[in-house]
């Protein structure tokens, strides 16, 4: 199915609103899995302050699924606290949309895999991801920080979820600059894979299915050698 990588949704969800309400229906169930805070939270002040109904991390991700006209009796926010394993794998296992809001990848990574055990469940999962920042790259089986976007201001690679098993690789949050560009550039000629750098204001929507891409407002593809422009 569909994976859906952005990086700023607030600044993206108008160029890719109507194409997913072509691949979204109404009827659809929804799992939010916003566990990629800063530093470790608990039950109380993940649902009252972190991810609070009302707020603007919160609305940001309701308001969208709601326009799509998902009822909001079918979106559950999935706590990694309070929520047994065997609750969160029931949970994602009955969804059509997976939501993984951004934030630190590390904490996400950590919650999924070593503290709930749903690596198998997500990796495999069958519908539709919507992910935004460390939600967008964690869906690859590898992916890379640049120090400008890293908590710890240094260049690396992570591991990944594997949904998507290494077709390319992914920079979120990207900027103008000449030198992080030719850093992108760096990568792909090292890696001699692709690089497609998805600004604030840009997305890709890729069909896992068909291994098709999508490419809606700023992204840049660099190749090995070779870097251009993609066209919305």
Request: overall charge negative.
């Amino acid at each position: 199915m569909y994976s859906i990588l952005l990086s700023k949704v607030e600044y993206s969800y108008h160029l890719i609103k109507d194409r997913l309400k072509e691949i979204i229906k109404s009827d659809f169930k929804v799992a939010v899995i916003p566990w990629a805070f800063p530093q470790e939270l608990d039950s109380d002040r993940l649902i009252n302050e972190y991810f609070k109904k009302g707020e603007r991390r919160y609305n940001k991700y309701l308001d969208l699924l709601l326009e799509l006209g998902i009822k909001s009796e079918n979106i559950v926010i999935c706590n990694c606290y309070s929520d047994s394993k065997e609750y969160l794998k029931d949970v994602i296992n009955k969804a059509d949309l997976l939501v993984i809001p951004g934030g630190n990848p590390e904490m996400l990574f950590s919650k999924v895999v070593q503290e709930k055990d749903l690596l198998y469940d997500i990796k495999y999962f069958p519908g539709i991801i919507l992910g935004e920042s460390a939600g967008a790259d964690l869906q690859l089986k590898r992916y890379f920080i640049t120090a400008k976007n890293n908590y710890y201001h240094y260049f690396a690679f992570y591991d990944g979820f594997g949904v998507l098993d290494d077709p390319f690789y992914l920079d979120v949050h990207s900027s103008n600059d000449q030198d992080y560009l030719d850093d992108l550039q760096e990568v792909a000629d090292d890696k001699e894979k692709v690089v497609y750098a998805i600004f604030d204001d840009g997305a890709i929507i890729y069909n896992r299915e068909l291994k098709e891409m999508e490419f809606y407002g700023n992204v840049l593809k660099f190749e090995p050698g070779e870097k251009r422009i993609l066209k919305p």
